[in-house]
T-cell receptor, first 112, second 112 residues
């Protein structure tokens, strides 16, 4: 199974700040997803990116897939307490395998 | 409402007592998976299924069984649970191998 490294592991910021979370791998993926998970609940899909260099926006969240399809970033503008949660990236189709691989996540806390 | 339903949400059992966690999806998805989530280890895939009667092992299949007799159901069976199977379990489904997953709300299992 291909490894997806997420950084930072933990992030604690004040409301209104901007932040970027990274997801890196040595493998090329056919697609990459970002999820947000709240304590005790299942991950919820935010976005899927499939094309190298692709940028998708979801309100204050901007997702980018690297040109080589090995990495991705999630940028949040003007973070709010409601953005608090565990952000997970997952890659599919890496190394010819169709088994999706999850990173270990970035735990974000946004303080009011 | 499109959803993945897992039952039970919480389960405490004793070592060696067979148990089944049920999973059902109403989206006609072909792909279904079981994951376990442990602190510091992230989401790890146990088993997955590409369609009815087609299942395969994920990263951590030891001690688990699955079956896919119908498209909508994908139960997880622990024939002889052990304390190291104490974890938070998620069932998920997807309509394509490169698409994102819809997750259930999770089953918190404690084996004593």
């Amino acid at each position: 199974t291909q490894l997806l490294e997420q950084s930072p592991q933990f992030l604690s910021i004040q409301e209104g700040e901007n932040l970027t979370v990274y997801c890196n791998s040595s493998s090329v993926f056919s697609s990459l997803q970002w999820y947000r998970q709240e304590p005790g609940e299942g991950p919820v899909l935010l976005v899927t990116v499939v094309t190298g260099g692709e940028v998708k926006k979801l309100k204050r969240l901007t997702f980018q897939f690297g040109d080589a399809r090995k990495d991705s970033s999630l940028h949040i503008t003007a973070a709010q307490p409601g953005d608090t949660g565990l952000y997970l990236c997952a890659g599919a189709g890496g190394g010819g395998s169709y088994i999706p691989t999850f990173g270990r996540g970035t735990s974000l806390i946004v303080h009011p | 409402e499109a959803q993945v339903t897992q039952n039970p949400r919480y389960l405490i059992t004793v070592t060696g007592k067979k148990l089944t966690v049920t999973c059902s999806q109403n989206m006609n998805h072909e792909y279904m998976s079981w994951y376990r989530q442990d602190p510091g280890l992230g989401l790890r895939q146990i088993y997955y299924s590409m369609n009815v009667e087609v299942t395969d092992k994920g990263d951590v299949p030891e001690g688990y069984k699955v079956s896919r007799k119908e498209k909508r159901n994908f139960p997880l069976i622990l024939e002889s649970p052990s304390p190291n199977q104490t974890s938070l379990y998620f069932c998920a489904s997807s309509f394509g191998q490169f698409n994102g997953y819809t997750f259930g709300s999770g089953t918190r299992l404690t084996v004593v």
